[in-house]
């Protein structure tokens, strides 16, 4: 029958059967050519790094977070319950980044434990990259994206990773995954840094102002070992206006400097400075002394001159072997020398005033040396002036 059909008609029953086809396939396609081109990006990089989960979070994310008491205990139990959802976990990198940024308002910023309650809420075995080129181009970006931010929110609060950690990126992402070089990174660099510093501090410090005075006296008087501490309460002086505490750190060497001083020249209490205690800070403030120019050192002659050789049995000594140089104590800086320091509860003048009298019980000699309040502008959370109050200070210090 297709023998006797002319040449034009069955180009057009051809014509009709591809075009049919055709029709049909892009019917069939349409569906998954719509669902490639919404899930299409440039990078897997940049597909991680274009949405910011933290912007936009859905109503059921924050009704699990929507609780009046926030501590451990129910931040726990939000996670319990997403986790109860199902086998697939739908929204956890949604839930993992609204949970990191309302770890700090539970308190839960540093505690090990509940970052790997949230890494365990992502699926396990689905993820691992099968071959080298999944492994180099980031498999699953976005979920190894958020499992990174995890961990970098981790180092920021100084929250050392364990070996319990680096199972759980390994079930999750394989072991040449980027968060495992991450975690890498982290185990040589963080045990190093934590034991770098010589004044140890405890992992949480604590908020009490006292608490922190005494601890940062503490560490600044450890140049010194003769170093002692006292801590003052400003009703102990008569005529005082603040009830407040006072942590004061002196040393003997200090206490013979201020012996030493000219009783005509004038001392200052300059501050606050800022000292910094893990994430909480605290002002304090310095008696200190105009710097003393050094003693020139002795000009001694080329010892290998024979000219002048005394016999030691005359008892002539050389006149550069009569005058020794003195070493400067660690107080004796360049730009003053510090005679003591002090934290007061309120940061006023008054209780820096009553320092200074309650310092001549154990300095009688400070009574006969005149001193400067040199305060401009207080700093810190603790020391609260009205503008008024802290023009006045301003003025009265120029």
């Given at each position: 029958?297709?023998?006797?059909?002319?040449?034009?008609?069955?180009?057009?029953?051809?014509?009709?059967?591809?075009?049919?086809?055709?029709?049909?396939?892009?019917?069939?396609?349409?569906?998954?050519?719509?669902?490639?081109?919404?899930?299409?990006?440039?990078?897997?990089?940049?597909?991680?790094?274009?949405?910011?989960?933290?912007?936009?979070?859905?109503?059921?994310?924050?009704?699990?977070?929507?609780?009046?008491?926030?501590?451990?205990?129910?931040?726990?139990?939000?996670?319990?319950?997403?986790?109860?959802?199902?086998?697939?976990?739908?929204?956890?990198?949604?839930?993992?980044?609204?949970?990191?940024?309302?770890?700090?308002?539970?308190?839960?910023?540093?505690?090990?434990?509940?970052?790997?309650?949230?890494?365990?809420?992502?699926?396990?075995?689905?993820?691992?990259?099968?071959?080298?080129?999944?492994?180099?181009?980031?498999?699953?970006?976005?979920?190894?994206?958020?499992?990174?931010?995890?961990?970098?929110?981790?180092?920021?609060?100084?929250?050392?990773?364990?070996?319990?950690?680096?199972?759980?990126?390994?079930?999750?992402?394989?072991?040449?995954?980027?968060?495992?070089?991450?975690?890498?990174?982290?185990?040589?660099?963080?045990?190093?840094?934590?034991?770098?510093?010589?004044?140890?501090?405890?992992?949480?410090?604590?908020?009490?102002?006292?608490?922190?005075?005494?601890?940062?006296?503490?560490?600044?008087?450890?140049?010194?070992?003769?170093?002692?501490?006292?801590?003052?309460?400003?009703?102990?002086?008569?005529?005082?206006?603040?009830?407040?505490?006072?942590?004061?750190?002196?040393s003997t060497v200090q206490q013979e400097l201020l012996e030493k001083h000219p009783p005509g020249e004038s001392i200052k209490v300059e501050g606050p400075f800022r000292i910094h205690l893990r994430d909480k800070s605290i002002g304090y403030f310095i008696l200190q002394a105009e710097a003393k120019p050094k003693p020139p050192s002795p000009s001694r002659t080329v010892i290998d001159d024979v000219g002048s050789i005394k016999s030691w049995f005359t008892g002539e000594l050389q006149p550069e072997e009569t005058s020794l140089n003195q070493t400067c104590s660690v107080h004796e800086q360049e730009d003053g020398t510090i005679l003591a320091l002090c934290v007061t509860g309120t940061s006023g003048r008054d209780s820096l005033?009553?320092?200074?009298?309650?310092?001549?019980?154990?300095?009688?000699?400070?009574?006969?040396?005149?001193?400067?309040?040199?305060?401009?502008?207080?700093?810190?959370?603790?020391?609260?002036?009205?503008?008024?109050?802290?023009?006045?200070?301003?003025?009265?210090?120029?």
């Amino acid at each position: 029958m297709l023998l006797k059909m002319s040449v034009p008609s069955l180009y057009r029953l051809l014509s009709r059967a591809v075009s049919s086809s055709s029709s049909i396939a892009s019917l069939s396609r349409a569906p998954s050519l719509q669902h490639n081109k919404r899930n299409l990006t440039s990078s897997p990089f940049h597909s991680a790094r274009k949405e910011d989960p933290l912007e936009e979070t859905s109503l059921t994310i924050q009704s699990l977070f929507d609780s009046k008491e926030r501590n451990k205990g129910t931040f726990v139990a939000a996670c319990d319950i997403f986790m109860k959802r199902g086998p697939h976990r739908r929204g956890h990198v949604e839930f993992i980044y609204s949970a990191l940024k309302l770890m700090e308002n539970y308190g839960v910023h540093k505690d090990l434990e509940v970052y790997k309650r949230l890494l365990n809420l992502m699926p396990k075995g689905k993820m691992v990259p099968t071959n080298v080129f999944q492994v180099e181009f980031m498999h699953y970006p976005k979920q190894q994206q958020c499992a990174i931010d995890c961990l970098e929110q981790m180092e920021m609060n100084g929250v050392m990773p364990d070996t319990e950690m680096e199972h759980i990126l390994r079930n999750l992402f394989g072991k040449m995954s980027h968060p495992v070089r991450k975690y890498g990174r982290m185990m040589y660099w963080m045990p190093k840094f934590k034991n770098a510093s010589p004044w140890t501090l405890p992992q949480v410090v604590p908020n009490d102002t006292f608490e922190l005075a005494k601890m940062a006296v503490e560490r600044m008087c450890t140049v010194d070992p003769s170093s002692s501490i006292t801590v003052y309460q400003t009703s102990e002086v008569e005529d005082a206006l603040e009830d407040t505490w006072i942590v004061s750190g002196q040393s003997t060497v200090q206490q013979e400097l201020l012996e030493k001083h000219p009783p005509g020249e004038s001392i200052k209490v300059e501050g606050p400075f800022r000292i910094h205690l893990r994430d909480k800070s605290i002002g304090y403030f310095i008696l200190q002394a105009e710097a003393k120019p050094k003693p020139p050192s002795p000009s001694r002659t080329v010892i290998d001159d024979v000219g002048s050789i005394k016999s030691w049995f005359t008892g002539e000594l050389q006149p550069e072997e009569t005058s020794l140089n003195q070493t400067c104590s660690v107080h004796e800086q360049e730009d003053g020398t510090i005679l003591a320091l002090c934290v007061t509860g309120t940061s006023g003048r008054d209780s820096l005033l009553s320092w200074i009298r309650l310092l001549e019980k154990s300095n009688p000699c400070l009574a006969n040396i005149p001193v400067l309040f040199t305060q401009a502008s207080p700093i810190g959370e603790i020391m609260n002036v009205e503008p008024e109050k802290h023009h006045d200070e301003i003025t009265a210090a120029t």
